[in-house]
Every structure is written in C-alpha cells, then in structure tokens.
C-alpha cells in the first residue's frame, strides 16, 4: 500500500467546489479510474493498491458500481460548479484494472461518457498485467470504446522479473500485443531498468524485446526505491543492492539511442513513440497541468488549481458513497510559488519544455549556465524556451533545482 495522504484541509462532505472557484472552459478535462487490486504486490511498488487479503470486507465484484457512484457525485459537483467539459482523455490505472472482468471496465467507461461525453477521437487507455489479455479481453475493450492498451512488460529478463516480483511470464507480453492489435488498439509497453541483478546486457535484451514487439509508445523508468517497500527493505538488509546511478545513466542513453534508430521519439524524459500522434495524451495532460477528476481510493483531482484525494482504503471509500458523501480525504490550493515549481518541474521533462518568459524573473538569467552545462539546448533557448538535451535530461532535477531555488 502507498504511503499517507498528504496534509491539506479538510475536504466537504458533499464534494462541492469552491464558490468562488473560476474553471476556464477551454482547458481540457480528463478522467482517471483508479482500479486498486493487484494478484501480488510487487516488491518495488508504493502505489495505492490492496491483494485479496488487504481488502478487508470490499469486493472486487462490487468495485464497478461503487466508482459509478463516484461518477455520478463528480457529475453534480462539476455541473454546479458550471465546469461540466466532454473528456479529452480517460485512462484505468492501478493496480490491474484487467482484473476485473472487462464487462465492468466498459461499464465504468459507459457511466462516464454519459456524465461528461467524450471528445471526438478521444483517447481512452486502460493498463493491463500480460497475463490478463486474451483476444476475447481486448476485443471487449474495443468494442466499449477503448483506444490503447499500455502493457506492464517490466522486463524480458526472468531474472529480472523475479527481482521486481513481476510473476507474468515473458511470452505472454507478445500475445497480449498480438491480441490487442488484432482488436485494432493502439499499444505501449511500459519498462524499468535498474533492478537489483540488472546487467546492461540484460536492459539490451529486453529494448529488443520491446522493439521487435513494433508497439506504438515505449516507457522505460529507472528503478526508484521507495520507503516501505519489499524491495526497500531487502536492501537496507543487504540482501540485495541498491541502484547503480550511473549504471542506470548508461541505461537510460542506450535506451534513448536504441529508440531513436528504431524511430521513436522522446516527448517526455521517460516516454518515446513513433509519431506525435501516438503520445500519451493522458500523461500530457498531467504535465501541462490540466484539470483531471481521479475516481477510486486514493485518486487525486485537480480543476482550477483546486487538487483533492480521495480515502485510501476500498472499504473506506464504498462506505463513504454509500452514505451519500464525498470519498475526498482532503484538498489544497498551492500558493503561487507551489504552482511554479510544479509547472517547472513538469514542463521542463517535456521536449516542448518551459517558456523562459514563464520561468521565476529571477532566474531566467540562469538559462545560460545551464547551456554551457550542456544541460539545455542552445538552439531553443534562442527561441525562448528551456529544453533539455540528453544530458538534461539524466539531470532534470538538477536543472529544475537550479530554475526555482
């Protein structure tokens, strides 16, 4: 299970907005569906999800119509507010949303769709474990609307699933992609490399493996090791050892090398696809600070500046909408230097990256030693934005730090 919520203000019990809350009508809304069920949790994860034994009287089988009721709050909340938007872009995350069964996917997705509408040529994208994509799955998914799987292969190394706890077997990452272009979905496949064990010959192995998947969209993440994990755990035992920082820095360029004569093409620093048209716009929407309603425990929301988070555990939030009230734990408007350093941080991971006119006045000065570093790239910085090089972006934190400190 993840960590606490963080700290804020009390959330209201009926999940109104702020009267005086000003929703622009032109910016994009997006809707994320938080499935929290997990066969195994893997021993790097802190993400909010629960196995059956964590439960604690909620049921996976109940889980569809307890976030429809979710839907339908969210639908009052937001017409009340006058910031009722058609959906940009839907995405189930997890967990495994291809747990549940993919009849309960499309109901969730139908509720949704009748709440807000959906965009012309919208991109709805549910996450999916390989060992849980049959034909029959992934054509059900097309059939309710779903445009693009995005497929946890981890790695092709076994003993590199082993070291995450990833318990899918290798092959099943080839059929689930067969099956998912079959139905005619688009498909990412997502990697992490550093794991304890890793070799740069076993990270080589398995961007071949992605690459002659001829998938859409590739994510590979270095490894974090996060507090209260398994795997956080073994290595202050010593059982296993930590991340190699610059190990993972060779990995990360070979990636970025390998991808790029394949004909991929960074967008964001851990995100490559073949065209423009098959980023993740879900994730964009995250990074340019969109608004977007989380649905399920744990969820977080953000509409106008205004973010929320839902109740942690399953039982906690089907108790909540079952009481008719809101499942938001609490809520928080960032003051204006909070807001500029998470448009910093996440703007400059994109390769369209920040406005130097956007950047703290201060610091804008700044700019120029960052391209005798070698960290942004002169050629834009002339057109008036930040963008990193390769470089920057095995340093992106570094380069955020030296913008807003």
């Not at 069920?37 to 119509?65: H, I, M, P, W």
């Not at 339908?72 to 291809?98: E, I, N, Q, S, Y």
């Not at 192995?205 to 490894?223: C, E, G, N, V």
């Not at 600070?289 to 744990?298: C, E, T």
Request: net charge negative; hydrophobic share 40%.
């Amino acid at each position: 299970m993840a960590g606490p919520l963080p700290l804020g203000d009390p959330a209201p019990t009926d999940g109104h907005l702020p009267s005086d809350l000003s929703v622009d009508p032109a910016v994009p809304f997006s809707a994320y569906l938080h499935v929290p069920f997990c066969r195994v949790r893997c021993g790097y994860c802190d993400f909010n999800t629960y196995t059956s034994s964590e439960l604690r009287g909620a049921k996976q089988e109940d889980y569809a119509t307890t976030l429809i009721g979710e839907i339908d709050l969210a639908r009052r909340v937001l017409a009340d507010a006058g910031a009722l938007r058609a959906m940009d872009t839907v995405f189930f995350g997890g967990g495994t949303p291809t747990l549940l069964p993919p009849g309960d996917l499309a109901r969730m997705l139908d509720a949704a769709t009748d709440a807000f509408g959906l965009v012309d040529g919208a991109e709805v994208t549910v996450e999916a474990n390989p060992d849980t994509v049959t034909p029959q799955v992934a054509r059900t998914l097309a059939d309710a609307g779903v445009t693009r799987l995005s497929i946890g292969m981890q790695s092709a190394v076994p003993h590199v699933l082993a070291a995450l706890d990833r318990t899918h077997h290798p092959d099943n990452v080839t059929t689930a992609v067969a099956a998912a272009k079959e139905a005619g979905l688009a498909v990412s496949v997502d990697l992490i490399y550093g794991a304890p064990g890793e070799t740069l010959g076993d990270w080589e192995a398995s961007l071949d493996a992605a690459l002659a998947l001829d998938s859409d969209h590739i994510s590979a993440y270095a490894l974090i090791i996060e507090d209260g994990t398994k795997l956080a755990r073994q290595i202050r035992r010593g059982e296993v050892p930590a991340p190699d920082d610059d190990l993972q820095a060779d990995m990360y360029e070979l990636a970025d090398a390998r991808l790029a004569a394949a004909g991929f093409d960074w967008y964001e620093v851990s995100n490559w696809s073949r065209s423009e048209q098959q980023r993740s716009r879900h994730n964009l929407a995250y990074w340019r600070g969109n608004d977007w309603w989380g649905f399920g425990p744990g969820a977080h929301s953000h509409v106008a500046g205004l973010r929320w988070w839902n109740v942690k555990h399953p039982a906690a939030y089907a108790q909540r909408l079952a009481a008719a009230e809101s499942p938001a734990a609490g809520t928080e408007r960032p003051d204006e230097a909070s807001r500029t350093l998470e448009r910093v941080l996440l703007l400059s991971r994109i390769r369209e990256g920040i406005a130097i006119a956007d950047l703290p006045a201060e610091r804008r000065t700044r700019v120029a030693g960052l391209i005798a570093d070698g960290l942004v790239d002169p050629g834009a910085a002339v057109r008036g934005r930040v963008q990193l090089t390769l470089r920057g972006r095995l340093l992106a934190d570094a380069v955020v730090r030296e913008l807003t400190d």
